[in-house]
T-cell receptor, first 118, second 114 residues
Framework: GAGVSQSPSNKVTEKGKDVELRCDPISGHTALYWYRQSLGQGLEFLIYFQGNSAPDKSGLPSDRFSAERTGGSVSTLTIQRTQQEDSAVYLC????????????????FGAGTRLSVL | GENVEQHPSTLSVQEGDSAVIKCTYSDSASNYFPWYKQELGKGPQLIIDIRSNVGEKKDQRIAVTLNKTAKHFSLHITETQPEDSAVYFCAASIRGGTASKLTFGTGTRLQVTL
């Protein structure tokens, strides 16, 4: 089936505007992750959702960042009042929630959304 | 929290030679170590992973070794080919049977020259 899908692939916005980035995980995957990749850097964890549990928001850099996952499937990452330092590639990944007896939790990544804040 | 360091940041090898990328981690509780390959304009793709109860794992031309005592792990690519050119990321996480976040290294840009 289809892999992780992210939209838009590119987003150019003006400083101070709000943006929404969308992630469609692999069907049936219960865990969904957002990461940020700045130029020349590794991937920085932002937030993850796992089934019906409260999301782990420990990686969100400021209260301008928020995310939601509706119906346990599609997720939206929202950045309010964007700043130039928010420019990066935002990557989404999904995985199956596993148990100790299963090979589990391989994270499959989308191609990302490249955000440019002018 | 976990901290993962990765070296070198760039690596150039001739086709057919071997390439080695090294990572160290800080949290002794980490027990899962995947390696991802990222090609230009694409998301990272898992190429191999290893758990802390295993010292080495091999898949064709790719192998990963883990030294738990020293808290370092390495990726070895033998008989490199031009299509191996990409950015490689190591990562670490704690697996307890449920999903958990990955902490990534800063990446190694591998260039395989003809």
């Amino acid at each position: 089936g289809a892999g992780v899908s992210q939209s838009p692939s590119n987003k150019v916005t003006e400083k101070g505007k709000d943006v929404e980035l969308r992630c469609d995980p692999i069907s049936g995957h219960t865990a969904l992750y957002w990461y940020r990749q700045s130029l020349g850097q590794g991937l920085e964890f932002l937030i993850y959702f796992q089934g019906n549990s409260a999301p782990d928001k420990s990686g969100l850099p400021s209260d301008r960042f928020s995310a939601e996952r509706t119906g346990g499937s599609v997720s939206t990452l929202t950045i309010q009042r964007t700043q130039q330092e928010d420019s990066a590639v935002y990557l989404c990944a999904s995985s199956l929630e596993g148990t100790p007896s299963r090979r589990l939790n391989i994270q499959y990544f989308g191609a990302g959304t490249r955000l440019s804040v002018l | 929290g976990e901290n993962v360091e990765q070296h070198p940041s760039t690596l150039s090898v001739q086709e057919g030679d071997s390439a080695v990328i090294k990572c160290t981690y800080s949290d002794s509780a980490s027990n899962y170590f995947p390696w991802y390959k990222q090609e230009l304009g694409k998301g990272p793709q898992l190429i191999i992973d290893i758990r802390s109860n295993v010292g080495e794992k091999k898949d064709q031309r790719i192998a990963v070794t883990l030294n738990k005592t020293a808290k370092h792990f390495s990726l070895h690519i033998t008989e490199t080919q031009p299509e191996d050119s990409a950015v490689y990321f190591c990562a670490a996480s704690i697996r307890g049977g449920t999903a958990s976040k990955l902490t990534f290294g800063t990446g190694t840009r591998l260039q395989v020259t003809l």
